[in-house]
C-alpha cells in the first residue's frame, strides 16, 4: 500500500531466464506487439495477443522477430527477420533451492526502490537492467511528478541515489500495476529481480516482503503463503502473513529462491498478518501486452490503449 498525506483506512487498505515463446511485430511508431502469428496476408498480419486477435497492416510493420529465435515465413514488403530484441523481464519456472533471507537480500537488495510522487510514497523493483520497474498503480494514480530512489551498494555500502526523470509506461487500474522507466541521462545499468512462479508455491512456503513500510526504507519482513486463492472484489491474491504495511505498495514478495512470486499491494486494516500481493502471472501478463497498456496523458487513467479506427471510406463520384 501507498504511504500518503492524510490517508483514510478503508476495511481493505491498498498497500502502496526466459520469455514465453512468441511473435514479435515491431511497428514503425516504436511500439510492438507481441503474440501468435495466426495467417499472413499479402497486406496484413493476422496476430493472436491473447486477449484478441489484431488484423496488422504490413504498411505499419517495420520488423518481425520471434523470441524463441525461428523466424516466420516472410515476404519481400516486410524487412528481413533480425532477431536483435533483448529479454523485457527474466523468469524462471524451474524450482530453485531454497537459499537464506539473509544471503538474498544481499544479493537482490538492490533491485528493490522506492517510488516517491508529492503525495506519498510506495514500493517496486527492476524488471531489467535499463530502468523499468515495477510498481502499484494506485502509487502513481493521478501523479506527474515522480521520483525513484535507488539504493547502489558500493564498497559494502549502499548509496541512494534520485531519479526524477521517470516515465509511466504503461497502466492496469484493474489489476493495480503500473509500469515505469528512469530516464535519466547519468542512470547507470541497474540490479534487476528475476520473476518466478506463484503456480508452483505451495500454501504453507516460506516468503519474504522488501520494502518502505511507513517510509522506513529497506525493510524485510517473513511470513508464509496463507492461500494462493483469496478472492477479494472479484479477483484471486496471494494471501500472506509477511507484514504489509503503507508504504510496501509496488514493492515485491519473494519466495526462498529469491524469484518474485507476488506484488504486494493491500492489507486487512484491523489485523495482524493479514496482506494481499498480486501473483506474479497478472504480472507477466501486463508486460507481455504492455502495448495495449500503454499510458497516454490525454487519457492518464485509461487502463486500455485503443487504436485508431480506419479511416472513412472515400467514395468516387463521377460528375458529367
Known amino acids: 500500500m501507498s504511504f500518503k498525506k492524510n490517508l483514510v483506512l478503508p476495511v481493505v487498505l491498498f498497500c502502496g531466464l526466459g520469455v514465453v515463446s512468441a511473435d514479435v511485430i515491431q511497428l514503425k511508431d516504436q511500439a510492438a506487439l ?63 533451492a531454497p537459499r537464506d533471507v539473509s544471503s538474498l537480500v544481499k544479493q537482490i537488495g538492490e533491485a528493490v526502490v522506492q517510488v516517491r510522487t508529492p503525495e506519498g510514497l510506495g514500493s517496486g523493483f527492476f524488471l531489467n537492467a535499463d530502468g523499468y520497474l515495477i510498481t502499484n498503480f494506485h502509487v502513481i494514480e493521478g501523479e506527474t511528478e515522480i521520483s525513484v530512489e535507488v539504493y ?19 497502466i492496469n487500474k484493474f489489476h493495480d500495476l503500473a509500469l515505469l522507466h528512469i530516464e535519466d541521462k547519468n542512470a547507470p545499468q541497474f540490479k534487476y529481480v528475476t520473476l518466478g512462479s506463484s503456480d508452483a508455491l505451495s500454501v504453507g512456503d516460506s516468503v519474504f516482503a522488501i520494502g518502505s513500510p511507513l517510509g522506513l526504507e529497506r525493510t524485510v519482513t517473513s511470513g508464509i503463503l496463507s492461500t494462493k486463492t483469496r478472492e477479494l472484489e472479484g479477483d484471486l491474491y496471494l494471501q500472506t502473513s509477511t507484514q504489509i504495511n503503507p508504504g510496501n505498495s509496488g514493492g515485491p514478495l519473494f519466495n526462498l529462491a529469491g524469484e518474485v512470486v507476488g506484488v504486494t499491494n493491500m492489507k486487512i486494516t484491523f489485523g495482524e498478518g493479514l496482506g494481499f500481493a498480486i501473483p506474479v502471472e497478472l504480472v507477466k501478463n ?16 485509461n487502463p486500455y490503449r485503443y487504436l485508431d479506427p480506419p479511416g ?3 467514395l468516387k463520384t463521377d460528375v458529367k
Open 152 to 170: 547502489h551498494q558500493h564498497d559494502g555500502q549502499l548509496d541512494r541515489e534520485t531519479y526524477k526523470q521517470v516515465k509511466i509506461i504503461a
Open 34 to 96: 507481441t503474440g501468435k502469428i495466426l495467417a499472413e496476408k499479402s497486406d496484413s498480419i493476422v496476430v493472436d495477443v491473447g486477449y484478441t486477435v489484431l488484423v496488422v497492416p504490413r504498411s505499419a510493420i517495420s520488423n518481425i522477430s520471434k523470441l524463441n529465435g525461428k523466424a516466420p515465413a516472410t515476404t519481400s514488403t516486410v524487412s528481413p527477420l533480425l532477431n536483435t530484441l533483448p529479454q523485457f523481464y527474466y523468469s524462471d519456472t524451474r524450482a530453485a
Open 286 to 301: 501486463f508486460l507481455d501486452h504492455r502495448d495495449a497498456f500503454a499510458y497516454s496523458a490525454d487519457n492518464p487513467n
Open 312 to 314: 472513412r471510406t472515400k
